[in-house]
């Protein structure tokens, strides 16, 4: 029995839907974490791309919309375990080029930047609360990397019973093999994968409904 | 340029090593999580054996152990969106056979019965205030499944800055693709990886070090 | 200047408002938290008849309702700083009499019950998430003690964002000047205050509204 | 039977002790909330001279030190439910003169600056994980106003199983009667009061017990 058959059987895979009320969160697209001279690489930058076209769709329905940055103290004062694993990066300061968000996805003036210095973009943040306030019931996550910062910040997402949405070509990863991986666990247990052309047809399909 | 490679080269792979003073954390190992016609299978069983030696050992060094439970209310109050995606997780209630953890790894009085619903042993739960009363810097993980709630609870440990520690032989999946996968993240990024022979040798050696 | 004044010229004491979507949440009104005994006394019995009638309007309407209780482990394991500071708190085990909700408010089938084990009902628990799974906009607070459980709640409940609505007469202290000083802090800065009977004719003004 | 009876006789106002490894708290002293043309006055600025020298002892002995700021998002991408109860709240902004910490209190480089959005200073900070990373068992607590902010951190440093010591002095209010109020309930419930001069004693004792 193959890994899919098993799963299949023991119940999972299953869709948790789309929501009413969606925002869209994206992790971690900053230079440092693009360019494959730092934590960039393989399939980051297609994302980008592909995040750039859905950020559009997102802000033409008016969705609340939150970005990440890994940012650490300029004296390392919060340097912890997660920088002894992955080495440099206490780089990703406040001021630092490499903790920028990338020019093509420049956030807006009311969107949201949301500082984290752990992969998940709940953990130590105020990004619940936010959601919270603006009655999220639906998160949709784009960014990088699928195997790390998007893996947490889902089961994450789904833990605080988000329904979640998961772009399969909105994220991206430094290396195939745990990007892949990563899709597989996340589409078993925590989150439904959607290509963000599906998504932006979605969100004009719930616009319609609204005003009819 | 292979996956191990590219990590190496990005600074990623590195030691966050142990500390002095451990504590165990044992993830999930319930009957409905080891009994293949429910959620358990692959190497589960054989994880669940060598976590008895390492929980001896434990034991006889005084550490502080938990162990989580997924507990679902009787009557489905809070069933998430966890339970959208993998039918039949809202079964495991208080008093339901596959809800105990099994008999080789019966709690003794004054461990702790940590009772999560989602999969992170952190989320929702007082976990980490009890790790902070015992002053513990590391934790020791075993459980199920690696690519699912040992995963979720590992990245937590990791963003709370306890040193993390996966017993490589102590963490079991109903699949082994998924299996690998997972210890390839953890290792990477998140965890250093121990057998759990290793581990009791450690113990041993901590406590002889506290002694002289 | 008095106190209000100070107040009312630095900008507190607004109203946060009453939102559309209600849940209904009762702090460990538990038979040990009502007898003067133990830890009752002062005006909680006559908080506990009010919320009876809250909680049937709130039923009526079929608001999403969550009790807390707190529990700690049959052998201590969990017991922590709370349980040094407040003498004898530690014997709310789970099968405790002094443990258990009080017969005129009991939960119902479906209604969640929340363990906690300390002050807050949002910390180390699942509250918040199963608030988001039902959509909540607003959290209406009783029980007790205004000074302890609920000041704590309610602080936690604003802070992730939901209207909150403290039932000015439905929680209740052993002592009156700590209850008075509470309100006066959460109407200032935290919550609005009503009284049940204001909130069960506004549940009732909102059903008509959905109606119509 | 008067309140201070009332609650020792139910087992209340015991200590919770000072530990083996401190680290200092400094809530929210930033120049809007000193200055009671905003949201400062009453013994404010008592209580941050008092803490001038607690802070050189603290340094002195290497302690953690921690401070917080009020920071919202410039454009209020994050105003929420605090700023509707408390107007104003919202012009704290990265860079506003407002939400500067006040000059006799600059931080050092490698002491941790903590930005918080609502009365807490773990409440959606990484405030905890990082006294998990220095090995802290004890939180000592100074700031304002005691009502707010300290009072809410008091409780979630308690509810995290670190002993809390509120500096009586230390700590200020822009009105009496709260200010006093609150600090009787941290005794009684959350916290152990010490003066700024004890604290600063207990330090050095600390100090040479390690060194004997």
Chains 1, 2, 3, 4 share one sequence.
Not at 12 to 20: D, E, Q
Not at 49 to 69: D, G, V
Request: with cysteine.
């Amino acid at each position: 029995m193959n890994e899919l058959d098993i799963y299949a059987k023991q119940g999972f895979g299953n869709s948790s839907g789309f929501g009413a009320r969606p925002a869209l969160l994206i992790v971690d697209f900053v230079i440092g974490f693009t360019d494959p001279e730092h934590f960039g690489g393989g399939n980051i930058l297609s994302a980008v791309a592909n995040t750039k076209t859905l950020l559009a769709a997102a802000r033409a329905h008016s969705l609340p919309i939150a970005y990440t940055r890994i940012v650490y103290a300029d004296h390392q004062a919060d340097k912890g375990i997660f920088c002894l694993k992955a080495k440099g990066l206490e780089k990703f300061t406040e001021h630092a080029p490499l903790g920028q968000i990338v020019t093509e996805l420049a956030p807006e003036p009311r969107e949201l930047i949301v500082r984290k210095s752990q992969p998940s973009a709940f953990f130590g943040t105020s990004l619940a609360a936010w959601l919270i306030s603006k009655a999220v019931d639906t998160v949709i996550v784009t960014g990088c990397t699928t195997s790390g910062c998007v893996r947490a910040s889902v089961v994450d997402s789904m833990s605080h019973n988000f329904r979640t949405i998961v772009a399969r070509d909105g994220v991206g990863d430094r290396a195939l093999g745990p990007h892949q991986a990563n899709l597989f666990d996340i589409e078993q247990k925590y989150a439904d994968l959607w290509t963000c052309a599906e998504i932006a047809t979605h969100l004009q399909a719930l616009n319609q409904a609204r005003e009819s």
